[in-house]
């Protein structure tokens, strides 16, 4: 898997080189400190995925991703200092983003799913990984003394309420104690997108995206069930 490594941070780039050094299915064919060398790396080395932060002065990740024909552009991982979603990461097919400072766990699960969409496997890791990614089939949820089982391909969307996540399932709020954080790595990347720090929705249901003033975050309008 070739890889082009994007931030206009030295120490960021460093890092991120040395956890891609980890493995050996990984080819790292350059590095660019701005956008506009990065475009150019881009259409030169062609690489497999980009590992592109958000935020660079001038022109910025969105803006590199968004200047390359669709059939050039590279699977993407945002990077970005921020806790809420890369505004245009929905448009343009973006397979992760991580939040900085990297998390050598996380980082390792955005690499298994671009080796998935590139149609690539690397056993040792896949087998050291599966555990913590695999996507439950459905939830449990108590009502009052009964549990009731809710399939994940019902749940519309997600969102953090306090210590525990609230499923929107066809007009119903159902609570489990659980982290946004701890599911948004159980749920499967190419269904669910986090769009917030607050907020996971699944990516068939969308209707609409709504890019909000920081250009940091989306607001996304849903298709509801029956609707």
């Known amino acids: 898997m070739r890889v082009l490594v994007i931030d206009d941070e030295p120490l960021a780039r460093s890092g991120v080189l040395v956890q891609l050094s980890k493995f050996d299915d990984v080819d790292v064919v350059g590095e660019c400190s701005d956008g506009i060398s990065a475009t150019v790396e881009i259409r030169t080395h062609r690489p497999d995925v980009v590992v592109l932060d958000v935020q660079m002065p001038g ?5 590199v991703l968004r200047s390359l024909p669709a059939d ?11 806790e809420s979603f890369a505004v245009s990461a929905f448009e343009l097919d ?6 900085k400072p990297l998390d050598d766990e996380r980082f390792a699960e955005a690499i298994t799913r671009a080796r998935r969409r590139l149609g690539k496997s690397s056993p040792v890791v896949e087998c050291a990984l599966s555990l913590s990614i695999q996507e439950p089939q459905r939830f449990e949820v108590r009502v009052g003394r009964r549990t009731i089982f809710v399939p994940v391909e019902d749940v519309e969307y997600l969102q953090a309420d306090g ?3 609230a499923l929107y399932v066809a007009g119903q709020r159902h609570l489990i ?3 946004l ?3 948004q790595e159980r749920l499967d990347g190419e269904r669910f997108l986090r769009i917030h720090r607050s907020a996971i929705v699944r ?4 209707a609409e995206m709504q890019s909000l003033s920081n250009r940091d975050a989306l607001r996304a309008r849903l ?3 029956g609707n």
């Open 177 to 179: 104690r659980e982290s």
């Open 181 to 183: 954080q701890r599911m």
């Open 94 to 99: 973006a397979i992760d983003y991580l939040l």
């Open 163 to 165: 210590d525990y996540v």
């Open 203 to 206: 990516m068939d249901r969308v």
């Open 223 to 225: 298709r509801l069930f």
């Open 59 to 63: 022109m910025d990740g969105i803006d």
């Open 72 to 82: 050039e552009r590279p699977l993407a991982i945002l990077l970005t200092a921020h």
